[in-house]
Structure formats: C-alpha cells, structure tokens
C-alpha cells in the first residue's frame, strides 16, 4: 500500500474525530487536555508533560488546563516528592462525560478490527509515532508495557506481580503499566502476568 495514502488516511482520521466544534460545552483543545490525563500515568501528569505531548507551548496547554480546573474537570495536588511542582488529576464530574468523547466513534471503528489485526495496526502506528518524534526531537511517549526502563520478576508477599520503573526508581501497579508516559524509551515487551488489568484511574 502506498505510504502516502496510509499517512492521507490517519490525518483524515484525526479530522474527522476532531472537528472545530463544542461537544458537551468542550472544545477539541479541552477533549485532548482530557484524554491525556486519563490516560497518563503518575508521573506524567503535569503541564508540561502535556504540552510536550501535544506539541504545544507551555502558555497554551496551562491556560487550557486552567480553564478545565474552573469548570471542576481537573484537580491540582502539589507533588510530595518536590513541593513546586504540581499533579493534575481528572475530577469524577470529567471521568463522567469522558463516556461522550467524541472520539468514541474511532474507538468503536477500532473495536471493530479483528483483534489480530488491531494489534498489527497498534504496533505499526506506535513505529510510525516513534519515527515522528524522533525526526522532530520530541518524547516519543509510550506505556510501561513496552519500555526500557520496565522492571518486574517474581511476586510479593499477597501474590501480586512486582513491577518498577527503573528510570525512577519507583514501583508500578499492575493497574498503572499501561499508562502513557513522558520518560517512556521503547524496548521490548514484557510478558505480563494476568493480573495486568489496564489504567486506572
């Protein structure tokens, strides 16, 4: 298949999810501010984590974010590690009208793939992002499930699987290995035990 035309058809995706118009009262600004927290783990949800995700400025994404704080979508929780930065997190009032993103119609397209050829598609994509990032020197981004810096082997005392991010340190819950982040270095996949359950909130 022509290369083009595979790149013709993912902006037109992205158009057509995306349209210039308010939907619940949210711009497409806001929808993304809001995906990307839900789907950010801990140590990805500050401002300028987004801003670097979005490819925005730093002044952009934090009048955006503001603005979501007002209408009590976000919450600010200043981070106990360093007192100057901050945690935004996603209020129940966003996790509610999440359920009317516009971008559920790709999703259910998504849904609609053969579960093989779904995880073709991700894994294509997810090159194609990483190829992009690197030519523009920006953070590729990605999940714990495929990084570097993922560590994990054996079980704790409970039985549950152990896992941590060697890049900081700091352990992971099986519910958090599948959030985005921005200290994210693509290695390869780790087999993960049935007690992965995907993000949480």
């Not at 158009?15 to 497409?28: A, E």
């Not at 670097?52 to 002044?59: A, L, N, P, Q, V």
């Not at 997810?126 to 920006?138: N, W």
């Not at 990084?147 to 994990?152: A, D, I, R, S």
């Amino acid at each position: 298949m022509d290369s083009r035309f595979v790149a013709e058809m993912i902006l037109h995706l992205g158009h057509i999810t995306s349209r210039d118009r308010l939907v619940r009262g949210l711009t497409p600004a806001q929808w993304s501010v809001l995906r990307y927290f839900a789907r950010a783990n801990r140590f990805s949800r500050t401002p300028s984590a987004f801003a670097e995700f979005h490819c925005t400025t730093r002044g952009t994404a934090s009048q955006t974010i503001k603005g979501l704080e007002t209408q009590g979508y976000l919450t600010r929780m200043r981070s106990e590690a360093d007192g100057r930065s901050a945690r935004l997190d996603l209020t129940d009032k966003a996790w509610a009208i999440l359920d009317h993103d516009p971008l559920e119609a790709l999703v259910r397209a998504a849904d609609a793939l053969p579960l093989k050829g779904r995880g073709h598609l991700a894994g294509g994509l997810q090159r194609m992002l990483g190829h992009v990032a690197s030519e523009g020197g920006k953070p590729a981004f990605g999940t714990c499930i495929s990084c570097e810096h993922l560590e994990g082997g054996g079980c704790s005392r409970d039985d549950q699987p152990r896992y941590a991010c060697g890049f900081l340190g700091e352990p992971l819950l099986p519910g958090e290995l599948d959030g985005l982040c921005i200290n994210f270095v693509p290695g390869k996949p780790m087999m993960l035990t049935s007690a992965f359950t995907g993000a949480t909130p």
